[in-house]
């Protein structure tokens, strides 16, 4: 089985104040994602910014940036319905209305560090339905073990996705959720439903390796980028987004399991080609 590696080049949290070589605007995130996309990336978790760096959900940036990734690559491309912690439950559903390929949602409300990224369940009820009824492809994001029981009551209760394809992001590390261990991944993916026809992992921070051995061995699948890790090891920060996609393919390679093409990556979730 070849390994999907997804790119999370940005994210909401860091300033490009503090991480100029963080991409923001929308030269440098197509620019990142066609190096990506040539270093064995298929699909790209997309946050946006303003013309001053920050944060913004802001629906015409958001078609525009969906427009050029399409113009300019072949990567499945997948629009965060997470934001920022501060981002209004209206605004987080009207990014559907940019119509990516696929959009995450996340299935519970955990600690962030200091601050709540919330996700009551009737946000998460509407937003899946939502997303069902515009055939967008969800990617269900799981911070802690408690998400792993509300997908089976979500699914349960709602059904399944088009295709029947159930692809989960196991997002480890983060302070407040699940830590990001192999004990800990291993425990999650035997709970995870038997719907689950795929998913991958992440590690923030330092246990960004540790999760991508635990998710190859385990045969999960790859998501990297800047949004979850800012160092590439012990004093030497991440220059570009590439040198962690880069990594995750020789990693995968090593396995025997060696990433897929966006084609394949499509066929996976059931996106259309
Ligand atoms: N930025 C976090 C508050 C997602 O993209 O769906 C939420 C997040 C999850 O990154
Ligand atoms: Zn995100």
């Not at 946006?48 to 944060?55: A, K, L, S």
């Not at 692809?167 to 439903?193: F, I, N, R």
Request: aromatic residues 4%; hydrophobic residues 45%; negative net charge.
């Amino acid at each position: 089985m070849a390994t999907l590696i997804t790119v999370a080049p940005t994210g909401a949290e860091t300033s490009k104040e503090a991480v100029p070589q963080l991409p923001t605007t929308l030269e440098e995130l197509v620019e990142t994602a066609r190096r990506c996309e040539a270093a064995g990336a298929a699909m790209i978790h997309v946050h946006i910014r303003d013309d001053e760096h920050r944060p913004t959900l802001d629906l015409a940036r958001l078609r525009d940036t969906v427009a050029a990734l399409r113009q300019e690559t072949t990567l499945v491309i997948q629009l965060s319905t997470g934001g920022a912690v501060t981002d209004s439950y209206a605004d987080r559903l009207r990014v559907l209305d940019a119509e990516p390929d696929s959009a995450s949602i996340t299935l519970g409300t955990v600690n962030f560090g200091d601050e709540i990224f919330s996700n009551p369940w009737p946000f998460v009820v509407e937003l899946y339905k939502e997303m069902l009824a515009r055939r967008i492809v969800p990617e269900f994001e799981l911070f802690d073990l408690g998400h792993v029981a509300a997908l089976r009551r979500l699914l349960d209760t709602y059904g399944l996705p088009p295709g029947d394809r159930v692809h989960c992001d196991l997002v480890m590390g983060v302070p407040g959720g699940m830590p990001g261990d192999t004990a800990t991944l291993v425990a999650a993916v035997q709970a995870l439903p038997d719907a689950v026809t795929s998913w991958s992992a992440t590690g923030i921070g330092r246990t960004t390796l540790p999760v991508a051995l635990a998710a190859l061995s385990c045969g999960g699948h790859l998501r990297v980028g800047m949004e979850d890790t800012l160092t590439f090891a012990k004093g030497r920060p991440v220059q570009h987004n590439v040198e962690l996609v880069e990594r995750a393919a020789q990693l995968a390679t090593l396995a025997q399991r060696p990433p897929m093409s966006t084609d394949e990556a499509r066929e996976l979730l059931h996106v259309a080609q």
